[in-house]
């Protein structure tokens, strides 16, 4: 079974500054996917960021990239120039067969102004 | 397109009555998941449909939960009889298996009194 671990319960940033959340995933799959997804108050779940493993190339989207440390297992969301607009729940999650996500435990992100 | 619809948004009931919610994936999306969030357990995958078939329902909690999906635009997740443990927010998502992404609908936030 695909198990998805988010260390970090909450976290905060000062409004511009770069915060960076952690993620550790284990999986048996040779070829998946991994993804980032955010929830706002709004309760919506919205992609942030996807990751194909097989490629060694860390995604970017903007001001939000990934470190992807595939031999470790690990990967990270780093968003740079915090926004107010991004404090939300994040989710890290990763692909099984059929598209099925495994979704991390969440880590809150709070932003200062 | 309009993205996932889920209805209800909000659903309030009383312990052991039926409780029916709706689901319309986008337009050409082969996988149709149910998830349900709770802070207690986060996301779990409940059932996933490829092309209107159930694959995996393992997640399913028990025999008061069935899911249905008659044809490529419409599922149901229904509840008979329900209890406060249901309590939760249901997700509905779609995604197309080419890509992996999992488009969700805002959820249902369903309680039972």
């Known amino acids: 079974a695909q198990t998805v671990t988010q260390s970090q319960p909450e976290m905060s940033v000062q409004e511009a500054e770069t915060v960076t959340l952690s993620c550790t995933y284990d999986?048996?799959?040779?070829?998946?996917?991994l993804f980032w997804y955010k929830q706002p108050p709004s309760r919506q779940m919205i992609l942030v960021i996807r990751?194909?493993?097989?490629?060694?190339q860390n995604a970017t989207e903007n001001r939000f990239s990934v470190n992807f440390q595939k031999a470790a297992k690990s990967f990270s969301l780093k968003i740079s120039d915090s926004q107010l607009g991004d404090a939300a729940m994040y989710f890290c999650?990763?692909?099984?067969?059929?598209?099925?996500?495994?979704f991390g435990e969440g880590t809150q992100l709070t932003v200062n102004p | 397109d309009a993205g996932v619809i889920q209805s209800p948004r909000h659903e309030v009931t009383e312990m052991g009555q039926e409780v029916t919610l709706r689901c319309k994936p986008i337009?050409?999306?082969?996988?149709l998941f149910w998830y349900r969030q709770t802070m207690m357990r986060g996301l779990e995958l409940l059932i996933y449909f490829n092309n209107n078939v159930p694959i995996d329902d393992s997640g399913m909690p028990e025999d008061r939960f069935s899911a249905k999906m008659p044809n490529a635009s419409f599922s149901t997740l229904k509840i008979q009889p329900s209890e406060p443990r249901d309590s939760a927010v249901y997700f509905c998502?779609?995604?197309?298996?080419?890509?992996?992404?999992?488009?969700f609908g805002e959820g249902s936030r369903l309680t039972v009194l």
């Open positions: 990751q194909e493993a097989y490629k060694q």
């Open positions: 998502a779609s995604s197309d298996s080419n890509t992996g992404e999992l488009f």
């Open positions: 337009s050409g999306h082969n996988s």
């Open positions: 999650a990763s692909e099984t067969s059929g598209s099925r996500l495994t």
């Open positions: 999986t048996s799959e040779s070829d998946y996917y």
